[in-house]
């Protein structure tokens, strides 16, 4: 079992930053690729940005390519979006993920956290 908490979503203007966290606990933190994923009011959940196990290989969504990065700590058991040049479009729910192999499909990922909300102004 891996266990993920997610934090650090909130309020910001759009053209602003934020950094969410997620925090494993449990099984080997480092054997898991990691992904972010994200739900806006009336959408289904779609995938947004994922890192391999070693931070070596990272998947884009082509929406946040150039705005969002992705980076983890297997030390801390943590991994990292930062998000830049938010838009009013990137308001959602986000929820961290873990996987035993990198993907954008949401099915192979077996550990979620329980989501952090993101909201843009405009």
């Known amino acids: 079992q891996v266990q993920l908490v997610d934090s650090g979503g909130g309020l910001v203007q759009a053209g602003g930053s934020l950094r969410l966290s997620c925090a494993a606990s449990?099984?080997?933190?480092?054997?898991?690729?990691m992904g972010w994923f994200r739900q806006a009011p009336g959408k289904e959940r779609e995938f947004v940005i994922a890192v391999s196990w070693s931070g070596g290989t990272t998947f884009y969504a082509d929406s946040v390519e150039g705005r969002f990065t992705i980076s983890r700590d297997n030390a801390k058991n943590s991994v990292y979006l930062q998000m830049n040049s938010l838009k009013p479009e990137d308001t959602a729910v986000y929820y961290c993920?873990?996987?035993?192999?990198?993907?954008?499909?949401?099915?192979?990922?077996?550990?979620w956290g329980q989501g952090t909300q993101v909201t843009v102004s405009s």
């Open positions: 449990g099984r080997t933190f480092s054997a898991y690729a």
């Open positions: 993920a873990a996987a035993p192999s990198l993907d954008r499909w949401e099915g192979v990922y077996e550990y």
